[in-house]
């Protein structure tokens, strides 16, 4: 089986699908549509390629594609943590190696952003030192029963870019909540401050 390394990592912020149609309004109330399986938004029912392990909708991977090439555009620092950490622990697929690495990794991400207040730099540099350390070691963690009150679906549908901004930023603040009977385990990863 080929290892999740630290490539996997920068892939689920690089390797996203092509932009699609922008969302049409009402398409929330029409029978075409399913849920999630990952974070158990209502999406447009559609074909397409999505994540490998993520387990995500076609149309849930196509929106997040999108909320990530318009903030290519604007956000001065990469990497742009948020939005990747939002969606891969709201997505967190099946007990596995892989899965297993990417949902820790981007939970303590969050945990420092969040917590510690450490900058998305800081935050990138320990998930690399934590995967090459614990490559192949990780923990399933249970996830949460729900995925926190927003989803990328939240912030796609915004046309304000400054708008896009928070709502990335509410969006990972609430994935990261959901999250919390695991916090105190999150917890264990972060470096001694
Ligand atoms: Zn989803």
């Given at each position: 089986m080929p290892c999740?390394?630290?490539?996997?990592?920068?892939?689920?912020?690089?390797s996203v699908p092509a932009v699609g149609l922008p969302l049409s309004k009402g398409w929330?109330?029409?029978?075409?549509?399913?849920?999630c399986p990952g974070c158990g938004a209502r999406v447009p029912r559609e074909e397409g390629p999505t994540h490998r392990y993520l387990l995500?909708?076609?149309?849930?991977?196509?929106?997040?594609?999108?909320?990530?090439?318009?903030r290519l555009a604007f956000v001065a620092v990469q990497p742009d943590r948020y939005p990747v950490d939002a969606y891969a622990v709201q997505h967190p697929g099946v007990p596995g190696p892989q899965a297993s690495q990417s949902v820790l990794v981007h939970l303590v991400?969050?945990?420092?952003m969040f917590e510690r207040g450490a900058s998305p730099r800081v935050a990138t540099r320990t998930m690399a030192a934590l995967v090459s350390a614990n490559k192949g070691k990780f923990r399933?963690?249970?996830?949460?029963?729900?995925?926190?009150?927003?989803?990328?679906?939240?912030?796609a549908v915004t046309d304000s870019e400054s708008d896009l901004d928070r709502l990335v930023v509410e969006w990972a603040r609430a994935a990261w909540d959901a999250w919390s009977p695991q916090h105190e385990t999150v917890r264990r990863f972060y470096p001694r401050a």
């Open positions: 999740a390394g630290l490539g996997q990592l920068h892939d689920l912020g690089k929330q109330d029409m029978p075409e549509s399913v849920i995500a909708a076609p149309a849930c991977w196509r929106l997040y594609g999108e909320v990530l090439a318009r991400s969050l945990g420092l399933w963690l249970e996830p949460p029963a729900a995925m926190g009150g927003m989803t990328v679906v939240d912030v």
